[in-house]
């Protein structure tokens, strides 16, 4: 619980882990390939969109370093990543809305030893905050009209996301659920690769799947999931947004 948002607010600014520098090129070892480092945001990914679209040669392979950041742009990240049928290849990192827009909508990702892959929510998050406050605590919290209308748009357009790619959307709040949010011990987390595979996802791993940063830190929880637990938690999520 300690390492959810505090508040329904925070969810709004679509924040990445940790700030990095940025840079986006083609590999100088690999002409066929991208290499994108640092925060994802409007600007950042209008580079990569004319990169990709004036590269000298067929760019088939996107290697990316990222820890998230703008929803939006992620989506339109996103959007690029399929359209251009890219292999994903997480480097060092790849969290927030990299592993939401990104990751997702590549049919063939390889997550690198060492690097990290991880959600912490979507545009469904606001939802499963709220199921964690009390009723009083549910009427303080407040919206704007405009933070209202900013999730609204959020939601619309990452459903409309999810179902372009064929990925279900519910990667990004199992983690979030009631029945697994008292056993979160990390601010990240993730699933093994046959959940993963359950959820629409095509993920290979060097080696293990990594839970701790290069400095140590334990970043990201894996959940294990059997079938029948997912799928269980699949008709528990349809039916609260259905009552929601």
């Excluded at 070892?29 to 000298?56: H, M, W």
Aim: negative net charge; contains cysteine.
């Amino acid at each position: 619980m300690r390492y959810l948002l505090v508040t329904l607010l925070l969810t709004l600014s679509g924040c990445a882990v940790q700030p990095q520098p940025f840079s986006v090129v083609i590999d100088p070892l690999s002409p066929s390939s991208i290499r994108y480092s640092g925060e994802i945001n409007p600007e950042n990914v209008t580079l990569f969109e004319k990169l990709i679209a004036n590269a000298p040669t067929r760019i088939d392979s996107l290697i990316i370093n990222s820890g998230g950041g703008d929803v939006f742009a992620g989506i339109r990240f996103g959007g690029l990543v399929y359209q251009y049928k890219l292999k994903v290849v997480v480097d060092k990192v790849c969290a927030s809305s990299c592993a939401n827009y990104v990751v997702t909508a590549s049919d063939d990702v390889i997550v690198k030893s060492g690097g990290l892959l991880g959600w912490h929510g979507g545009a469904l998050q606001p939802f499963y905050q709220s199921l964690m406050l009390s009723e009083k605590q549910r009427s303080e919290v407040k919206l704007s009209a405009q933070q209202a209308e900013y999730i609204t748009h959020w939601r619309k357009a990452e459903e409309d996301f999810f179902k372009l790619i064929k990925v279900n959307q519910t990667v990004t709040v199992l983690g979030m659920m009631p029945e697994l949010v008292d056993k979160r011990d990390a601010p990240l987390f993730s699933y093994d690769q046959q959940t993963l595979k359950q959820l629409g996802l095509n993920i290979t791993f060097e080696g293990e799947q990594a839970t701790t940063s290069s400095s140590g830190d334990y970043m990201v929880q894996i959940f294990n999931l059997s079938p029948d637990v997912l799928d269980m938690l699949l008709i528990q999520h349809d039916k609260r947004l259905l009552n929601n």
